[in-house]
């Protein structure tokens, strides 16, 4: 037996055999032309032909994921009019006198490359989808025809990274689970794979072998485990892990629609945190109250250029649209520390985690903040939206944000476009300082959020990046907990609600003591939302409520 290790992305435990998936590269060889004008042509009709191809691949798409996450072969189809990667390919066909597989590879690699060098994971993933639309157009101009997978029986499709269009292009019923050397947990494919509920491990070293292709296989799509050829001891125990597994599956598929009420009655709303507008299915699907953070930097980090007003607009309008009666909560702009964008132009910080970042960069920059606040209030009359601030620390800020909101109004008004008078505006409790005076803060604003991942570093001083911090990092520090139960009785004092958008939200360890500290919303990633309710409505708080508290104040 061989056992290999990756990352987890999507669970589930499946048995079957192992198939090796290599795709037919396509080899560039670089030639000279004699006319630029016909190679320049060669490119366009190669051009059109992958986004009409795409454009198959987006209805396809829609009916096995959903229109959502199709949405990621639009975006393609939008690579391929990027004025700045046609230009780039026309030039070097023109200028050097190239073929135009050789002008699309050299593109291709120098996108790349911008994208892995940004600080963003979410950012450096979209290097993929560069290349995937630039191997498109390649495989086009050298007359090769699309892959697939060539079997009779559901097999374990491992490979070396898969492309969103292989993804989609497979046939759902002949996959078993997804294996990948390469990848990582926010790629699209490793979105698809969750919302096809479809087994998947990621960065497991070694996996692309011949040697094993064929050969008998179980994934452990919860442990992140590959056991190749497995024994009868580790078979027998698997099949008993898939069992119990399926079971609960079931146990939590029937919570779906079941109230967030504890066994004596306390009520708690259930959110989803996402990070682009691909992620709506997993709300939908996972049966969230509403979504409790949208992180709305992903429109900038996908741009390389400040996003218009209008595509925000788009962008807030679909998500509204898709959940018009559940409210949506988007946080504005939080660029800076760990998520930059180049064309932002910010100067090298010493300490960027306490630098010039989110509502520091917004309050700096009015003209970003308003063009941000125009597209959010244009799109607000598409659903119930709720406005939050992040990287709150002082009053003013709180004033000044507030004098800035009432301008975008007065203009649009004056333009007569239409926006809804019932947004929510709320406060980010993410530092020390923000949930000390988080007394003086509640008068301003209809609800706080408490960003836990920020808030415990700034409290601990421990930066949650440094992966060397550990035990420092501590999650259940009783210094942490009593601000978080210091916010929650000013926000209740002042009459406005209070939820919790961080990681922590989903620690069911902690959940008897955010329904003892009366928190009235958790936000947590949509998949841990139905093991949330089974453990809320499993409670009893009356019984565990002055111990807790006791332990914790005390």
């Not at 699309?146 to 993804?167: C, F, K, M, N």
């Not at 960027?352 to 309050?363: F, K, Q, S, V």
């Not at 926000?491 to 959940?511: F, M, P, Y």
């Not at 841990?528 to 565990?544: E, G, Y």
Request: with cysteine; hydrophobic share 40%.
């Amino acid at each position: 037996m061989i056992t290999l290790s990756g990352k987890p992305v999507c669970g589930g435990i499946v048995f079957g055999k192992i198939y090796i998936y290599s795709r037919k590269e396509s080899i560039i060889v670089r030639s000279h032309v004699s006319s630029s004008d016909t190679e320049i042509q060669r490119f366009e009709n190669a051009r059109l032909q992958a986004y009409n191809e795409l454009g198959e691949l987006y209805e396809r798409a829609v009916e096995e994921v959903g229109k959502a996450n199709a949405m990621i072969f639009q975006i393609h189809q939008m690579m391929l009019e990027d004025p700045d990667y046609i230009e780039s390919i026309k030039n070097i066909i023109t200028d050097e006198l190239l073929n135009a597989e050789t002008a699309v590879g050299q593109t291709c690699d120098n996108f790349v490359q911008m994208f892995k060098a940004m600080e963003d994971e979410y950012m450096r993933e979209r290097s993929a989808d560069i290349r995937d639309v630039s191997e498109r157009i390649i495989r086009i101009l050298g007359g090769k025809s699309r892959s697939g997978i060539d079997t009779d029986e559901p097999v374990i499709i491992v490979s070396d990274d898969l492309s969103p269009s292989e993804t989609v292009q497979f046939d759902k019923d002949k996959i078993l689970a997804f294996v990948t050397e390469g990848g990582s947990d926010n790629s699209h494919t490793s979105i698809l794979a969750r919302t096809m509920n479809i087994p998947a491990i990621i960065n497991v070293k070694n996996i692309v072998s011949d040697e094993y292709n064929g050969l008998n296989a179980v994934i452990d799509g919860f442990s992140g485990t590959v056991y190749i050829n497995p024994d009868k001891k580790t078979t027998l125990k698997l099949r008993q892990l898939q069992k119990n597994s399926e079971e609960n599956i079931k146990n939590l598929e029937q919570l779906k629609g079941v109230p967030n009420i504890t066994k004596d009655g306390q009520k708690i709303e259930l959110c989803a945190n996402i990070g682009n507008i691909l992620d709506i299915p997993a709300v939908i699907s996972n049966d969230a109250d509403g979504i409790g953070l949208f992180r709305s930097e992903f429109i900038y980090l996908e741009n390389t250029a400040y996003p218009t007003e209008e595509q925000q607009f788009e962008a807030y309008k679909y998500l509204l649209s898709q959940m018009p009666d559940k409210r949506i909560i988007i946080r504005t702009l939080d660029i800076g520390a760990d998520k930059q964008a180049a064309y932002f132009n910010m100067p090298k910080e010493e300490n960027p985690a306490m630098g010039i970042r989110a509502i520091r960069i917004c309050l700096r920059r009015p003209e970003i903040f308003k063009t941000q606040l125009r597209a959010l209030f244009r799109a607000s009359v598409f659903g119930r939206l709720a406005i939050m601030f992040p990287m709150i620390s002082s009053e003013w800020e709180i004033i000044k944000i507030l004098n800035i909101v009432d301008e975008v109004k007065t203009e649009l008004k004056s333009e007569n476009i239409p926006y809804s008078e019932t947004v929510e505006l709320g406060c980010m409790i993410e530092t020390p300082a923000a949930a000390i005076i988080s007394d003086i803060l509640a008068r301003y604003v209809d609800f706080f959020s408490i960003g836990t991942n920020d808030l415990t570093q700034y409290t601990l001083a421990a930066d949650r990046q440094n992966p060397d911090i550990g035990e420092f990092f501590d999650i259940h520090h009783k210094s942490l907990l009593r601000l978080i139960k210091l916010v929650a009785d000013n926000a209740h004092a002042n009459g406005i609600r209070v939820g919790i958008c961080g990681e922590l939200a989903a620690d069911t360890s902690l959940t008897d003591f955010f329904l003892s500290a009366d928190i009235d919303e958790l936000s947590v990633t949509p998949n841990a939302i139905l093991p949330l309710r089974q453990k809320i409505i499993n409670t009893d708080v009356s019984k565990v409520k002055e111990s807790i508290l006791s332990d914790i104040l005390n």
